[in-house]
């Protein structure tokens, strides 16, 4: 039961991370246009998502969304501009691959990549 437990959290937080890394895609332009990343911002705003919203208790890629949106003033422009970009992306994830279900969702990513728009395919091909 124990090692079923631990196997679920690990990943639940390969998945978290996953969506996180993602979501840690912008330019650095403040821009209304969705628009690949700049590994500046990327960074910049990854430390702003984490100490915001990553959280022991907050392992999940809704509950990170939903910290985000609830607490979206707090973040840079460029972080805002991020999020819209990331957020663009998980939900094509979503609905390409069924879910985002932690066991498949590399094989659907590397395997579905020609379905995602032209903006997610440039941010898949940075991972």
Known sequence: MLRHLSTVIAATLRLACLVLALALLVTDAVTSEL???SPAVKKKCGAEIRSLCLRPWRLTPNSIANCVAENRSDLSPACQSFWDTA???QIE???ICGGL?????RSCL???RT???ELCQEVL???
């Open 35 to 37: 628009a690949a990343p």
């Open 87 to 89: 957020h663009s992306c």
């Open 93 to 95: 994830m979503k609905t």
């Open 101 to 105: 279900f932690p066991l498949t969702i």
């Open 110 to 112: 590397t395997n579905s």
């Open 115 to 117: 379905q995602f728009s």
């Open 125 to 127: 091909d940075l991972h």
